[in-house]
């Protein structure tokens, strides 16, 4: 059974960074696309950011573009995404994702991504 862990959330003032962290366990990791959303209340799910099997490719959501590198280190199965320039925007709960399948190719389509993680609580104070 997959298991995300999220870490790394908290409470930051604006212009502050965060990193999260997100652990995986049952899977081999490395074929796996993953992926960091974010859910504010009253809002749907977002995507933030997405990194290919072999951390070759990334792409980004034009809101934290810029602000935010997605990364991973397959050795540890984690993947972590790291926050800069923080907003009030920002607010949310982060919840990392990894696609159902193995694949090549990026995605940002949330039906691709059928392991989620509880989500860690990310508050940024104006």
């Known amino acids: 059974q997959v298991q995300l862990a999220e870490s790394g959330g908290g409470l930051v003032q604006a212009g502050g960074s965060l990193r999260l962290s997100c652990a995986a366990s049952?899977?081999?990791?490395?074929?796996?696309?993953m992926g960091w959303f974010r859910q504010a209340p009253g809002k749907e799910r977002e995507f933030v950011a997405t990194i290919s099997w072999n951390g070759g490719s990334t792409y980004y959501a034009d809101s934290v573009k810029g602000r935010s590198t997605i990364s991973r280190d397959n050795a540890k199965n984690t993947v972590y995404l790291q926050m800069n320039s923080l907003t009030p925007e920002d607010t949310a709960v982060y919840y990392c994702a990894a696609t159902s399948r193995p694949r090549f190719s990026l995605t940002k389509t949330v039906t691709d991504f059928g392991s989620w993680g509880q989500g860690t609580q990310v508050t940024v104070s104006s």
């Open positions: 049952g899977l081999t990791f490395n074929p796996y696309v």
